[in-house]
């Protein structure tokens, strides 16, 4: 059973471009949540998603970020116009369920370099 | 919501058990205490989780206090491999659902 895949596992922009990261959640889970890690801070909640839904951006910042979770294929974080500030360690989560004593699973994580 | 305190760092000789104990005092009745390590450059690990009653896995044990007040996550022979930040963090629910808000953590030094 393979576990959260994020790709590309790096990626280098330039300011003003935009930054795409996915993430395919383990097989059977609907539930995805993406984190930002600054570089020396702890991981920050940004968003959670179900299939096609938007269940909570209350971690994400209001311009620039979007995600979305489509029927098919994987989750993507978009960022747009990237500046230096977005440099981090993107990680990506999924669970089967959202409740009490459900599990994230977290992947590799996506190292955001912006020049 | 309820905050967690943990030791800011740990040392452990290769070998000994490695106890990380954490504090979470204001914890409400149906939420649960989570245990997460992250290892340089890694994604987060889950190792554990608990209610009330003490857990154990193939990784790890998580004795919680009667109270729940506190919790002590326990390798019982730590290897090198087990240096990571390790991460005890309550459920929050909101709405149905719930998020996970780490903390700072304990970076845990395992030595030869």
């Known amino acids: 059973n393979a576990g959260v895949m994020q790709n590309p596992r790096h990626l280098v922009r330039r300011r003003g471009q935009e930054a795409r990261l996915r993430c395919s959640p383990m097989?059977?889970?609907?539930?995805v949540y993406w984190y930002r890690q600054l570089p020396e801070e702890g991981l920050k909640f940004m968003v959670y998603l179900q299939k096609e839904n938007i269940i909570d951006e209350s971690g994400m910042p209001k311009e620039r970020f979007s995600a979305e979770f489509p029927k098919e294929g994987p989750s993507i974080l978009r960022i747009q116009q990237v500046v230096r500030g977005d440099s981090a360690a993107y990680f990506c989560?999924?669970?089967?369920?959202?409740?009490?004593?459900?599990?994230?699973?977290f992947g590799p994580g996506t190292r955001l370099l912006v020049l | 919501d309820a905050k967690t305190t943990q030791p800011t760092s740990m040392d452990c000789a290769e070998g000994r058990a490695a106890n990380l104990p954490c504090n979470h005092s204001?914890?409400?009745?149906?939420?649960?205490v989570y245990w997460y390590r992250q290892i340089h450059s890694q994604g987060p690990q889950y190792i554990i989780h608990g209610l009330k009653n003490n857990e154990t896995n193939e990784m790890a044990s998580l004795i919680i206090t009667e109270d729940r007040k506190s919790s002590t996550l326990i390798l019982p022979h730590a290897t090198l491999r087990d240096t990571a930040v390790y991460y005890c963090?309550?459920?929050?629910?909101?709405?149905?659902?719930?998020?996970?808000?780490f903390g700072k953590g304990t970076m845990l030094l395992v030595s030869p």
């Open positions: 204001t914890i409400s009745g149906n939420e649960y």
């Open positions: 989560a999924s669970s089967p369920r959202n409740r009490e004593g459900e599990t994230q699973y």
């Open positions: 097989k059977g889970h609907s539930h």
């Open positions: 963090i309550v459920r929050v629910g909101r709405s149905g659902y719930s998020t996970l808000t």
